[in-house]
C-alpha cells in the first residue's frame, strides 16, 4: 500500500515520456463571471489514450487530505477514481459504464476558447443545465471531469449559466506521458464514496447501541458509567484542540427495546476537572448533596442554577423519543410504513468550542420506567471551517429538566409563582456579543396540560425584559411515520399529530439564543417567567428549560 501511495502522492515526479505527443491542459474555475480566489487550479493530461485529471497542488505534492485523481480510458470510455485518504491510504474504484450512459444533446452553437473553434453540447443532472464547450482541433480527448469526455476536447462546462470550469492555457509536450498502474486493491464505488466523505471530519463516538432503560440490575463498565437505574448513560472522551476553530454536530440514533412511549431525552456535558462541584457529584451519591434552590412555593429543586460553587449541566440537545419506533413496527395500519430508526442531529459549535482540548462526561439520559427501555447510538463530529481563534465563554446558568427523574429529582415545576426560575451570577471579566442560549418545552400530558396549552416565556435580566416568545410546535403529523404506537382517536387524529410546546414525537427542540450585547463584569439576575397551569388531580405541568450564557 505505501508503494501505491507513493505512486500516487508522487505522481508527476514518476512520469516517462515515450515517442508520442500528448497535452497539458489548465483549467480555471468561477463563479457569477468572478474567478474563485485562492483556488487549486485543475490541471489535466492527456494522451491518445488515457487522460489524468488532478490539480496544480497534487501535481506540486502541495495538497492536504484527502484529494482526487481521476484517470480515464479514453478507448474504452471507462475510468478509474483513485482517492488518497492519508499518506498511508489510498482507496480506488473503476467505472465501466457511466460515460457509456451520457446523453448530451449536440447544438449548431461555436465560439472560439484559446483560438480553437469550439462546439456547444446540453444536458441535464439532477436538475442542474449543464453546457459544455468542445473542439475537434486538438489530437487528443479531455475534459475536466469524466462528462463529455467521448466529445472531444472540452475546454468550457457551465453549471445553470453561472458556475463554469473554463480552460486557460493548452500546452503540447514533445514526448507521450506514461501514466501510472492502477492499485490492485479496488473497492465498491459506495465504500469508496463513504470512505472519502468520513476521511473529510473527526468523528469521535460516544455509544454503540447503548440501552437506556429503567432496572435495577443495571451495570457500569470501563467506559460507560450507568447512573439512576439506567435512565443515564455517561461516556468520559477528550474533545480534540482542533474543536476551537471547527464546526461542531452530535447525532443520536435511537429506537425503541421495549417502551412505547414518548420519553424526554437530554444530550449533556460535564467538565471531568471542573474546579467547582457538578451535577456528576449527583449522579455519583445521589440527588440530595446537589445545591437545593427555593422561590418560596415550597418545593425543594436539586442541582438546577449555578451557584459560586456550583455548575449546572450543560445541555447539548433536547430530543424526544417517538411512540416505540421499530418495537412496534407490527401494529399495522393502511398504507403507514413505519421508519425504524429516528436519527437526531444538531449543531453544537458554540459550546463545544470552550471545551476544545479537554476531558469531559458526555451523558445522555432518556427518561421512562419500562425495563427494554431505548436503545441508542452516538457520536460528535468535527468539521474544519474558517473560524474565529478568539477565546469562547460558556458558561451554564440553569437546567430544571430533571434528567435524574427515576431517582427523585424534583420536577421543574417552580414557574407557578410569579417569581418562577430567579438566580444570580457574577462575571468576573467583561464579555462580548453576549447571548444566553435558551431551551424550553413544556409539559403536562393532559388536556389542559401546559404540553398541549401555549405559555408565553419571558426572561429578564437584572429587573428588565430581554426576551419573551410562546414555544410551539404545530408540525408534529409531519413524525408521524416515527410514531407505531401512537394512540388513534376518534376524531381521525393520532396522538402524535397534536400540537405541542415546543416539541413532537420523534424531533429535536432548536436552542432559541437571546441576544444580551456586551456585558461588563459584576453581577446580575436573571429570571424565567412562565405562566405554569394549575395541577388536576394526580395530573400537573412542568417546564424543563435551560439557559447556557455564550459570548467572547
Request: charged share 20%; hydrophobic share 35%; proline share 4%.
Amino acid at each position: 500500500m505505501k508503494y501505491i501511495l507513493f505512486k500516487f502522492i508522487f505522481l508527476f515526479s514518476l512520469l516517462s515520456f515515450g515517442q508520442n505527443s500528448s497535452f497539458e491542459i489548465t483549467y480555471q474555475r468561477s463563479s457569477n463571471g468572478k474567478i474563485l480566489e485562492n483556488q487549486d487550479v485543475i490541471k489535466v493530461l492527456a494522451t491518445s489514450a488515457q487522460v489524468l485529471v488532478s490539480s496544480e497542488k497534487i501535481q506540486n505534492k502541495q495538497a492536504s487530505f484527502p484529494y482526487e485523481v481521476t484517470l480515464m480510458d479514453t478507448a474504452n470510455l471507462s475510468f478509474y477514481q483513485i482517492a488518497s485518504l492519508s499518506d498511508t491510504n489510498v482507496v480506488c474504484y473503476e467505472d465501466k459504464e457511466t460515460i457509456k450512459k451520457q446523453q448530451l444533446e449536440l447544438l449548431s452553437e461555436t465560439k472560439k476558447i484559446l483560438g480553437y473553434t469550439c462546439k456547444k453540447a446540453k444536458t441535464i443532472i439532477n436538475s442542474n443545465t449543464i453546457e459544455l464547450w468542445y473542439t475537434n482541433e486538438i489530437p487528443v480527448k479531455v475534459s475536466p471531469s469524466t462528462l463529455g469526455i467521448h466529445l472531444g476536447a472540452v475546454l468550457e462546462i457551465t453549471r445553470n449559466g453561472n458556475a463554469s470550469t473554463l480552460a486557460i492555457k493548452v500546452e503540447k509536450k514533445k514526448k507521450k506521458l506514461s501514466l501510472p498502474t492502477i492499485p490492485k486493491s479496488q473497492v465498491d464505488v459506495l465504500t469508496y464514496k463513504d470512505l472519502l466523505w468520513k476521511s473529510r471530519f473527526t468523528t469521535i463516538p460516544v455509544f454503540k447501541d447503548e440501552v437506556i432503560n429503567f432496572s435495577t440490575d443495571v451495570v457500569s463498565n470501563d467506559s460507560i458509567v450507568k447512573a439512576v437505574n439506567g435512565t443515564i448513560a455517561l461516556r468520559k472522551i477528550k474533545i480534540p484542540q482542533a474543536a476551537k476553530k471547527q464546526l461542531a454536530f452530535v447525532e443520536l440514533v435511537e429506537q425503541s427495546n421495549g417502551d412505547a412511549y414518548d420519553r424526554t431525552g437530554s444530550v449533556f456535558i460535564i467538565p471531568a476537572y471542573a474546579t467547582k462541584q457538578t451535577f456528576l457529584s449527583g449522579l455519583e451519591k445521589g440527588k440530595d448533596v446537589l445545591p437545593i434552590y427555593e422561590n418560596g412555593n415550597g418545593k425543594k429543586y436539586q442541582g438546577v442554577i449555578a451557584t459560586s460553587t456550583y455548575e449546572p449541566l450543560l445541555e447539548l440537545m433536547r430530543f424526544f423519543t417517538p411512540f416505540g419506533i421499530q418495537k412496534y413496527n407490527h401494529i399495522q395500519l393502511k398504507d403507514k410504513t413505519w421508519e425504524e430508526q429516528v436519527m437526531y442531529r444538531q449543531e453544537i459549535t458554540d459550546v463545544l468550542q470552550s471545551f476544545a482540548g479537554q476531558e469531559v462526561w458526555i451523558g445522555v439520559f432518556i427518561g421512562n420506567y419500562d425495563k427494554g427501555g431505548h436503545k441508542v447510538s452516538m457520536q460528535i463530529t468535527l468539521h474544519p471551517e474558517e473560524m474565529s481563534s478568539k477565546k469562547k465563554i460558556c458558561i451554564p446558568l440553569f437546567n430544571t429538566t430533571n434528567v435524574m427523574e427515576m431517582g427523585g429529582q424534583e420536577y421543574g415545576t417552580m414557574f407557578n409563582v410569579p417569581q418562577g426560575l430567579e438566580m444570580q451570577f457574577k462575571l468576573d471579566q467583561p464579555i462580548k456579543k453576549a447571548k444566553i442560549r435558551y431551551i424550553t418545552t413544556g409539559h403536562g400530558g393532559w388536556e389542559n396540560g401546559d404540553e398541549f396549552v401555549p405559555k408565553k416565556n419571558t426572561l429578564f435580566l437584572n429587573g428588565k425584559e430581554v426576551f419573551q416568545f410562546t414555544p410551539w410546535r404545530e408540525d408534529c403529523g409531519s413524525y408521524r411515520l416515527y410514531n407505531p404506537a401512537s394512540g388513534n382517536f376518534s376524531n381521525g387524529l393520532s396522538s402524535s399529530d397534536y400540537s405541542r410546546a415546543n416539541w413532537c414525537p420523534g424531533m429535536v427542540t432548536s436552542p432559541t439564543y437571546i441576544e444580551l450585547g456586551d456585558l461588563s463584569e459584576g453581577s446580575y439576575t436573571i429570571r424565567v417567567q412562565i405562566p405554569q397551569g394549575q395541577p388536576e388531580g394526580g395530573s400537573f405541568s412542568a417546564w424543563n428549560v435551560s439557559g447556557v450564557l455564550i459570548g467572547e
